[in-house]
């Protein structure tokens, strides 16, 4: 049973434009949300993340929305640039919950020059 | 300033035998989490120490196995290698754990590439 949700393998964007990451959850217990950025042959890179009392956080190129209602997350990064191409994965916790974090599968995010 | 460093980066081991990873965080992290990733998913939680003390564990059998030393460093065992053990081993390192500290994340490692043949 898959509590952390990408529904999109992969997304393609031209270089410059918007890239959108979408995330869905399942377990209401989750109150931190992270986003990683994983590139072959190293481990994944923490990018930004928000707890649940917020509905937006921004560092950067990157911002995070999350809309509790729904169970789901974005992340969108602007503007996009050949090197953001990697795999991206949406990861939750349960605070108090031993801690862990729980991943989708990742989304391969290919922004072309 | 090291990263979290791990060894071996890769390692091929025969079904029924035994592996030990090795993890050392980053200097003054005193959080070590081991997680399991193979081809396709995302990492998978295994353990989770801090201060020395376990303070998690995933849905692994028990042929999985870890700790924590006095110095931060940790170790993952597992015992009677089997096929499907083949993965990506992350370990992860943090001052906070998860949650405590506003945009904070756990620091990953490259990770053991294990292959069980």
């Known amino acids: 049973d898959q509590q952390v949700k990408q529904n999109s393998p992969s997304l393609s964007v031209q270089e410059g434009r918007i890239s959108i990451l979408n995330c869905d959850y399942t377990?209401?217990?989750?109150?931190?949300f992270l986003w990683y950025k994983k590139y072959p042959a190293e481990g994944p890179t923490f990018l930004i993340s928000i707890s649940s009392i917020k509905d937006k956080n921004e560092d950067g190129i990157f911002t995070v929305f999350l809309n509790k209602s729904a169970k789901h997350l974005s992340l969108h990064i602007v503007p996009s640039q050949p090197g953001d191409s990697a795999v991206y994965f949406c990861a939750a916790s349960a605070i108090g919950s031993n801690y862990k974090l729980t991943f989708g599968k990742g989304t391969l995010l290919t922004v072309n020059p | 300033d090291a990263g979290v460093t791990q060894s071996p980066t890769h390692l091929i081991k025969t079904r029924g035998q035994h592996v030990t990873l090795r993890c050392s965080p980053i200097?003054?992290?005193?959080?070590v989490s081991w997680y399991q990733q193979v081809l396709g998913q995302g990492p998978q939680f295994i353990f989770q120490y801090y201060e020395k003390e376990e303070r998690g564990r995933g849905n692994f059998p028990d042929r999985f196995s870890a700790r924590q030393f006095p110095n931060y460093s940790s170790e993952l065992n597992v015992n009677a290698l089997l096929l499907g053990d083949s993965a990506l081993y992350l370990c992860?390192?943090?001052?906070?754990?998860?949650?405590?500290?506003?945009?904070?994340?756990?620091?990953f490692g490259s990770g053991t590439r294990l292959t069980v043949v």
């Open positions: 377990n209401s217990m989750f109150d931190y």
């Open positions: 200097s003054g992290h005193k959080s």
């Open positions: 992860a390192s943090s001052l906070y754990l998860v949650g405590l500290a506003e945009n904070y994340g756990y620091t």
